[in-house]
Every structure is written in C-alpha cells, then in structure tokens.
C-alpha cells in the first residue's frame, strides 16, 4: 500500500489574501484563524487575508501566518478523514507538521514562531547577512566555492532543497563572492534572494540561544504521526526529540532533499503540500521525476484533490 505524506511550505510562499478562502468555505479553518488572533492578542487572521504586504512580509508576521494558513488547510483534510502517513515541513513548516502530528498545540506552534522570527530578525543587523539561490551547479563543487568564498567571514548552505537548488545563506561579502564563483563553476544562475536576515547559517546562532528558553518552557507531545525533520533528515517520534529538532534548525541547513528521499525510502509515494503555494510540490520534480504532488491551501483545490488516487 503506497504512504501519503503532508508537506508543510516555509517562509517565502506568503501573499496578502492567504487562507481567506479556507475560513470562508470552511468552518474548522476559520476556527484556527480565531484561535490565532486570540493566542497572539491581535488579528493575524486579517492580516493574512487583507494584508498589507509590508506588515505579512516581516518575519515576526510571516512565520506565524504561514503556520496559520497551513494549520487552517490541516484541520480541513483532517475534517474529511484524510490522514498521513508521515508529515514533513520546510524549515518554519517544521512547526506546522508538528501541530498535525499532535506533539505541539497549534496556539504554542504560533506564539514560539513569532518569537522565532523577532529573534531571526534581531540576530544580524539589517544589510550584514544575505542568502542566494544556486541553481544547477556541478555535483561536487559546492564545498570548495563556500571555503574559498568565506575569507575568514560566514557562508554555508542553508537549504539543500533539491539536486538542482541549493540556497546559501551568509555574510552579504562572502555571498556573493560565492555566486561569483558558483557562475564561475557552471552554476546557470546564482540569484540572490529578497530575504530579511541569512536564515539557517551560523549567524543565526544568537537566535537560537534566545528561542531555547522558550523552546523548554513549551510543552511537546509525542507524536501521533511521525515526522522526517530538517536537521538530521531522519524519522522522529518522540516529543523531545520534536523538540530538540526545532532548537538545532535554527544555525543549521534544511536537509529537504534528503528527507524527501527517507519518505521515498519509507514506501511515500504520494505527497500533498498544505498551506501556502506550490514550492514544495515543485521541489519533489527536481528531487525525483516519478514524484508527483498535489496541493492544498485554497478552497477550490479540493476539488483537484481525489483522496482516492
């Protein structure tokens, strides 16, 4: 029998309008969007459906609303029966697939992402960090163009999203001198990315330190479903496992590739992305050609969704 997993999009698939279709069609959705207005004291929900795009697109907003919208797209297939088998999620996704693997009450998941993204925020100085996209550079050449890039300064992989997208992430000097050397190496494009601080490097170490008190102050289930996590790629069952798993993805890189490969590995062969966009459904064709994904995160795609395929 062939295993479903859920995959739960990251930051960078947000827009002004998000999940309003959901809480209109669909009462346990709009429930999840009243249960986070009252978690963070202030209306996330119209910010997610009404904007602005200069308030959704800091950090300390984005995180806790895209945890929203795909908890809201969780509630309404889990309404309807549809379960996975396992549930994996990009970077801030991680919590959102913990909310739907039980170990993290949605209103905690919502207040710690917020703390996340002010501490992510305030760890490097505005203009200090960036983070760039490597698309289809040479096997084998990444660990070279990063140490002859860094000059005694920062810059390591943050995402290794698929064979052909490798996202880096460091100081704004050493960054580009890596897409420099990346072009340089047969990479087709090195792009830099809109982003508000150098996500899932060591620069982000002082973020981490903030959010662990916060982290063990949290209470973590063990999980009813299991999770493939960023850090190690690796199956987690355990809530302090779940834990310990949030604080270490923080400085480190998101092993996307790879824990698309264990759920491949684990007998998944269908794959639905919850929440926000299409990125992760479009990653699973570069990581895999066989693998196809559907999505769901507006009210109109349940009616592309056939649970029975």
Known sequence: MSKLAFLFPGQGSQFAGMGKSLADAYPEAARVFEEADDALGFSLSKLCFKGPDDQLKLTENTQPALVAVSTAAYAVLAARGLQPDFVAGHSLGEY?????????QFADAIRLVRKRGQYMQEAVPAGVGAMAALLKLPLGKLDAI????AQGEIVTAANLNSPDQVVIAGHTAAVARAMELAKAAGAKRAIALPVSAPFHCPLMTPAQDRLKPDLD???FADLRIPLINNWQAREVRSG????????QQVPNPVLWSDSIRALTASGTTRFIEVGCGAVLTGLLRNIDASLVGQKFGEAADWEKLNPQS
């Open 146 to 149: 990063l140490a002859e890039a």
């Open 240 to 247: 302090a496992e779940a834990r310990e798993g949030l604080y």
């Open 96 to 104: 959102s697939a913990l909310v739907a693997a039980g170990a993290l």
């Open 217 to 219: 102050a949290t209470a």
